[in-house]
């Protein structure tokens, strides 16, 4: 299994560690694959589009030339996960700042984001989340997280904190608003890992 990790900018080898972890204990035969290249995105198995800012993601996404393999490949079924900048850019539609700074969003999961949704002041905190389809409670990390506000058709709600949605999945396609990488529980990865 080739388990890829966008790797423009942002949060890369957290994740490379968490797909190690994740890897290990299912006991899959697998490795991270750093992408950065089409041909990159063109072979992994899962993709993961990492926290960072979403804003230059999205600009690097089209620098690096691989917005639209990325794009074809999750409409093709393939898993993929975004997390903090990662699940703003999977979303169909953003909020107002969205749209003021421009940010081309890759438009694959029916959902709506707010970008700075736990205010600026509460730059980043943890909470114990209940998450669908987990016995025990997730451990997550938010940093100038966004919220998912609306989801519809196929996309649906996996975990809510403070009234607000957190994580939601669509068929393949897996959206966290915190940080599943940075707390060595290994579980949002194993369920991406999970689906190929
Ligand atoms: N608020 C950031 C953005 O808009 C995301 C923060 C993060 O990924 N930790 O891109």
């Given at each position: 299994l080739k388990i890829g990790?966008?790797?423009?900018?942002?949060?890369?080898?957290?994740?490379?560690?968490?797909?190690?972890?994740?890897?290990?204990?299912?006991?899959a035969r697998g490795e991270h694959v750093i992408v950065r290249r089409p041909e990159q995105a063109r072979e992994v198995d899962a993709l993961i589009i990492p926290g960072g800012e979403s804003t230059t993601i999205a600009k690097l996404l089209d620098k690096f030339e691989i917005r639209n393999t990325v794009i074809t490949r999750a409409r093709e079924g393939m898993p993929a996960l975004g997390t903090c900048a990662g699940c703003i850019l999977l979303a169909e539609e953003g909020d107002l700042e969205v749209d003021k700074t421009g940010t081309k969003l890759l438009g694959l999961m029916h959902m709506a984001v707010d970008r700075n949704a736990f205010g600026r002041q509460r730059e980043s905190f943890e909470a114990m989340l209940r998450v669908e389809g987990f016995e025990d409670p997730f451990e997550a990390v938010f940093?100038?997280?966004?919220?998912?506000?609306?989801?519809?058709?196929?996309?649906?709600?996996?975990?809510s904190f403070q009234g607000k949605i957190v994580m939601a999945r669509q068929e393949n396609l897996i959206a966290t608003a915190f940080h599943p990488e940075l707390t060595g529980d290994t579980r949002v990865h194993e369920t991406l890992i999970n689906m190929v």
């Open positions: 990790i966008v790797a423009v900018q942002g949060a890369v080898s957290e994740h490379t560690d968490a797909v190690d972890g994740a890897l290990k204990n299912l006991g940093i100038r997280a966004p919220a998912i506000t609306r989801t519809w058709n196929d996309c649906k709600p996996l975990s």
